[in-house]
């Protein structure tokens, strides 16, 4: 795949790799972290609405401003600073449609409406995903959001 042009900045190529590398830390690393730790500068294949780091060095690596906290073997928060350029971000969306078109099932879908959107303008944003949820979920045991909170469109139906 290409590299990506971003404020005058040659990014990296995404990299098919990098899922594998995130599924095994999913499973090998994240049981293990029971103390605190904040997990920061993610691949941009991990986070297509997030916006590219400051950092120049990190930016041109393809790096995003993100973190995510874990505790007890799981993950607490996370957060990022939006991605609020429409040209970058319709072609990190489109790179993930492909993605999806070639079978990988967390891959972002295209979203037209989205682009128009952050064509309109789209001021600087960040968001932090950290709730009352993740506390129920430390309080029953349970490791899934879906088990603690209302998803009636994500469970599947019981016969």
Same mark, same amino acid.
């Not at 990299?15 to 691949?43: G, M, Q």
């Not at 430390?138 to 009636?152: A, M």
């Given at each position: 795949?290409?590299? !990506?042009?971003? #404020?005058? /900045? ?6 098919? #790799? ?6 095994? *830390?999913?499973?090998? +690393?994240?049981?293990? @972290?029971?103390?605190?730790? /904040?997990?920061?500068?993610?691949? +941009?294949? *991990? *986070?297509? !609405?997030?916006? /590219?780091?400051?950092?120049? =060095? ?5 790096? +995003?401003?993100? /973190?995510? !906290?874990?505790?007890?073997? $799981?993950? $607490? ?5 939006? @991605? ?6 319709? *072609?990190? @969306? ?5 993605? =999806? ?16 959107? !952050?064509? %309109?303008?789209?001021?600087? %944003? ?8 993740? @506390?129920?979920?430390?309080? %029953? ?6 088990? +603690?909170?209302?998803?009636?469109? $994500? ?5």
């Amino acid at each position: 795949m290409a590299s !990506l042009e971003y #404020s005058g /900045f040659r990014i990296r190529a995404i990299s098919a #790799s990098v899922p594998s590398r995130i599924r095994k *830390t999913e499973e090998f +690393v994240e049981e293990h @972290l029971i103390e605190p730790h /904040f997990i920061i500068d993610h691949p +941009v294949e *991990t *986070t297509p !609405l997030c916006k /590219f780091h400051r950092n120049v =060095k990190q930016k041109e690596e393809g790096i +995003v401003e993100r /973190f995510e !906290l874990f505790m007890l073997g $799981m993950e $607490m928060a996370n957060a990022y600073s939006e @991605l609020n350029d429409p040209i970058v971000q319709e *072609t990190l @969306l489109r790179q993930q449609q492909e993605a =999806k078109d070639a079978g990988d099932k967390e891959a972002h879908p295209m979203d037209e409406e989205f682009i128009e959107a !952050l064509n %309109t303008g789209m001021p600087p %944003t960040g968001g932090l995903g950290i709730g009352i949820d993740r @506390l129920v979920m430390v309080l %029953t045991g349970e490791v899934s959001i879906r088990d +603690v909170i209302y998803f009636p469109m $994500m469970k599947p139906h019981q016969s």
